[in-house]
T-cell receptor, first 113, second 111 residues
Framework: NAGVTQTPKFQVLKTGQSMTLQCAQD?????MSWYRQDPGMGLRLIHY???????DQGEVPNGYNVSRSTTEDFPLRLLSAAPSQTSVYFC????????????FGPGTRLTVT | AQSVTQPDIHITVSEGASLELRCNYS??????LFWYVQSPGQGLQLLLK??????LVQGIKGFEAEFKRSQSSFNLRKPSVHWSDAAEYFC?????????FGAGTRLTVKP
């Protein structure tokens, strides 16, 4: 199993550009989520999904969109990038939201100039 | 909603010394507790977890953690630290429909 994969690993955007961060898992997990990690702030939940066709907002959803058309894929879209979105982004999957281990991807380091 | 506090932002220990990383949580019921490790440039990897039963749980890489309900704590320990243990450590608390992570503790290991 590949586990959770994320692409790209690194990305530089200019303010106002849009892009999609890709995330896929091959463990048939219903629950998938996106976090951002900033120094001293730990992991903050952006959006999550409890199954195909179902998404919901986390702590810091503004400026991001998600969709879940299949169990395997959970892309994160930045609509109009801002310097405040410079961060490391992690995708994770699990059997559920709180009772089981979350499996994390390797992360995407995004810089917005 | 539950919350997690890791009081120590950064800890430095000498190689071979013992280690204890603190984690305190706030939650009304018995939580699901996790410790993750993040090596530089990597994603998070599960070290150990507690759901119920024996309050002392063993994990990978020689780590253990003890759940103390009376203190709302789930501290991570290792008797003898290796240079390869240098990383960031995250405590997390889960419930039926939520998961919260602490801010992390960065561990530096001195030769």
């Amino acid at each position: 199993n590949a586990g959770v994969t994320q692409t790209p690993k690194f990305q530089v955007l200019k303010t106002g550009q849009s892009m999609t961060l890709q995330c896929a898992q091959d463990m048939n997990h219903e629950y998938m989520s996106w976090y951002r990690q900033d120094p001293g702030m730990g992991l903050r939940l952006i959006h999550y999904s409890v199954g195909a066709g179902i998404t919901d907002q986390g702590e810091v959803p503004n400026g991001y969109n998600v969709s879940r058309s299949t169990t395997e894929d959970f892309p994160l879209r930045l609509l109009s990038a801002a310097p405040s979105q410079t961060s490391v982004y992690f995708c994770a999957s699990s059997y559920d939201r709180g009772q089981h281990e979350q499996y994390f991807g390797p992360g995407t380091r995004l810089t917005v100039t | 909603a539950q919350s997690v506090t890791q009081p120590d932002i950064h800890i430095t220990v000498s190689e071979g010394a013992s280690l204890e990383l603190r984690c305190n949580y706030s939650y009304g019921a018995t939580p699901y507790l996790f410790w993750y490790v993040q090596s530089p440039g990597q994603g998070l990897q599960l070290l150990l977890k507690y759901f119920s039963g024996d309050t002392l749980v063993q994990g990978i890489k020689g780590f253990e953690a003890e759940f103390k309900r009376s203190q709302s704590s789930f501290n991570l320990r290792k008797p003898s630290v290796h240079w390869s243990d240098a990383a960031e450590y995250f405590c997390a608390v889960g419930s039926n429909n939520d998961m919260r992570f602490g801010a992390g503790t960065r561990l530096t290991v001195k030769p």
